[in-house]
């Protein structure tokens, strides 16, 4: 098409609109206010990209509960150590927002418990005389045990787990009372949902936290993703980003960054149903190509 015209052709501009959607190329210039919001909407979802990452320095975390964590020399790792009650370590701050990414590993051979994660805790929520608590438990048990299976599940916790101690009857371990189990993973194609964690092995992790959703990766697989309008509708509560361990030694985790994520693009009205239009013309214009 002549790329200059001011005049509108429909058919032509709607096939050729589909392919520019197909390539993420923008080049039509037609006089069409309509559909040149649409091109440049697509555009913007295109151009959309994730703030750089940087480094976590881990040297103004903070420790609660039970065990002990070992801040290493660079401020970029940290390990666990005790068979030891829930306790947790971390940063402090409101984190919803932002990713979290780094390495977990559990560099022993010895037991088959909990590492994990916590999203939206507040100082305190453990062991620290704190009412009302709210944040989410992802813990991740290497083997199955009095009651409850391996694998990495992700519940609510409401009250203070740390009374339980390290008893297998606790709410942390059987994942009731004050801690609502909410799904193990749940991801078309998740690994972990009732699968541990294998000795003194090394994965990757993602933590994505919003007040209405959660994204848990492993080894770059998404195995955890919740909405907060399926469990009641109330957003998930903002607090901090920390690593977990119950009853488990040697957790480590490494190579931690932090990035901003991409505020949700606004979708036009009506969007949703221009695209799929636009589609079927398009797919209908290929059929009439090669029919
Ligand atoms: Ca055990
Ligand atoms: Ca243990």
Not at 73 to 99: A, C, I, M, R, T
Not at 156 to 181: K, L, P, Y
Not at 234 to 259: C, I, K, M
Request: hydrophobic content about 35%; aromatic content about 12%.
């Amino acid at each position: 098409m002549d790329r200059k015209s001011p005049s509108f052709r429909p058919c032509l501009c709607m096939r050729e609109i589909f392919l520019l959607i197909s390539d993420s190329y923008f080049y039509w210039e037609d006089s069409n206010l309509t559909f040149k919001i649409i091109a440049t909407s697509m555009v913007a979802s295109v151009v959309a990209l994730p703030a750089l990452a940087a480094p976590v320095d881990l040297s103004s975390w903070l420790q609660d509960g039970g065990g002990g964590w070992n801040l290493e020399s660079d401020n970029n790792g940290v390990k666990q150590f005790g068979n030891s009650p829930p306790g947790v370590f971390h940063n402090n701050e409101n984190s919803q927002g932002q990713s979290l990414s780094g390495s977990i590993e559990v560099q022993s051979a010895s037991d088959n418990d909990f590492v994990g994660f916590v999203l939206g805790y507040n100082e305190g929520d453990i062991g620290g005389g704190n009412v009302g608590q709210d944040y989410l438990l992802i813990d991740w048990k290497q083997g199955t045990q009095a009651g409850w299976d391996a694998g990495l599940a992700i519940s609510r916790v409401t009250g203070d787990i740390a009374t339980g101690g390290t008893n297998t009857g606790s709410s942390a371990w059987q994942h009731n009372g004050v801690v609502e189990f909410l799904t193990r993973s749940n991801a078309t194609g998740s690994n972990f949902g009732n699968t541990g964690w294998a000795n003194n092995t090394e994965y990757t992790f993602d933590l994505e936290f919003t007040s209405s959703n959660v994204k848990v990766f492993v080894n770059d697989n998404l195995e955890i993703d919740i909405d907060a309008s399926d469990y009641g509708g109330d957003p998930f509560a903002d607090g901090s980003f920390g690593f977990y361990a119950f009853s488990q030694t040697g957790g480590r985790y490494a190579g931690l960054e932090e990035a901003d994520l991409p505020p949700p693009i606004p979708v036009p009205a009506g969007f949703p149903l221009a695209l799929s239009a636009l589609a079927t013309l398009g797919w209908l214009a290929r059929r009439r190509r090669v029919n």
